[in-house]
C-alpha cells in the first residue's frame, strides 16, 4: 500500500468480508495446523497474514495464488471439504 493510499475495500459475500489474495509467500505448521504467508492485493508487507487453508477456500475452491505456491512448492493440493 501507498503511504497516504486508504487500503482496498473488502468484497462482501455470505455477510463476511473478504479480501483478494495477491500470492501465498511462505507456509509453516503452527499448532499441527498448516498456516500460509498471504499478501494482500494492494496492501504492504506489514499488513502480511498467516492465514489457515480454510480461509483460502471460497465456494469450495482453493484461490489461485495457493494453489500456485503448493504447486511451485511442491506440495499437495487439498480438496476443499464441503461443510
Known amino acids: 500500500m501507498v503511504l497516504g493510499q486508504a487500503p482496498p475495500e473488502p468484497v462482501v459475500a455470505d455477510g463476511y468480508e473478504e479480501f483478494e489474495v495477491e500470492q501465498v509467500l511462505n507456509h ?24 489457515p487453508y480454510e480461509n483460502l477456500v471460497a465456494n469450495g475452491s482453493i ?7 503448493l504447486q511451485q512448492s511442491g506440495l499437495a493440493v487439498r480438496q476443499p471439504s464441503v461443510a
Open 63 to 69: 484461490c489461485q495464488p495457493l494453489e500456485t505456491y
Open 28 to 51: 509453516k505448521q503452527h499448532r499441527g495446523r498448516t498456516k500460509y504467508l498471504v499478501q494482500w492485493k494492494n496492501c504492504g508487507p506489514k499488513e502480511n497474514t498467516w492465514e
